[in-house]
């Protein structure tokens, strides 16, 4: 499917605003989805002859409670618990996370190519996923580490990939024109609030665009060691 998203945005085949707009988002989400091995492979058994359903129907047990291997990788081996929709205490924890793998793992394969993408994830459920693992048993310290360290990869070679993706599109989603309206009260009163706001807006540019202190290799090995938090 990436592969035909790819052949019809890039040449330009779809056409119309909206369509390639959703053709866009689409090719977007399954090009990160491509990441997460259990999205990639299935296991197959002698309780699973027809595979285990992305490791839906493979059931283990982590911190007492049971779950599947599709859901312990998806939830970044448990760390992200929080409930959706989200709200700003779990962004904000999300928001860390990203900038924080981002640095720790800047070194990771960035991929362009679709099949390269799918061969790695593949490899990581061969070999990592469905290792040192038993269906119905409680995960082991180490496989929990594991996954964190490959989970942390993954997110970080996949928003690199995603970026260099991006700059080197074909295609630009058109601007879609609305119909315009007469000026009503609450268009006005939106008005009013960004003068109103207006100042606290340059206030926090500036702040983000502020010079931040240096990391050195000594604070990121200590990031490195407490990166792994649980996303509540």
Not at 51 to 60: A, L
Not at 61 to 75: A, C, L
Not at 214 to 224: D, I
Request: hydrophobic content about 40%; charged content about 20%; overall charge neutral.
């Amino acid at each position: 499917m990436l592969g035909s998203f790819e052949k019809s945005l890039f040449p330009q085949t779809i056409q119309g605003a909206w369509p390639i707009n959703v053709a866009w988002k689409s090719y977007f989400g399954l090009f990160l989805e491509a990441f997460n091995p259990t999205n990639i492979a299935n296991y197959y058994s002698n309780n699973h002859t027809e595979g285990d359903n992305n490791g839906k129907d493979f059931e283990i047990f982590y911190k007492g409670r049971k779950t599947n291997i599709h859901d312990f990788w998806g939830s970044l081996c448990g760390r992200l618990t929080g409930k959706y929709p989200f709200n700003s205490n779990v962004w904000s924890d999300i928001d860390k996370y990203a900038h924080d793998i981002t640095l720790v793992y800047r070194n990771v394969t960035h991929y362009q190519n679709i099949n390269d993408i799918l061969t790695q994830s593949y490899n990581i459920a061969k070999d990592v996923v469905y290792v040192g693992v038993n269906e119905g048993e409680i995960l082991s310290d180490e496989y929990v580490e594991k996954c964190y360290d490959v989970t942390s990869k993954q997110l970080a070679s996949a928003a690199f990939s995603l970026a260099d993706k991006q700059r080197t599109l074909g295609v630009v989603p058109p601007k879609i024109e609305y119909v315009k309206a007469p000026y009503s009260g609450s268009f006005l009163l939106g008005i009013w609030m960004l003068l109103l706001m207006f100042p606290f807006a340059i206030f926090i540019g500036w702040k983000a665009w502020s010079p931040r202190p240096r990391r050195t290799s000594a604070n990121v090995r200590v990031l490195r060691e407490s990166l792994l938090p649980t996303i509540n």
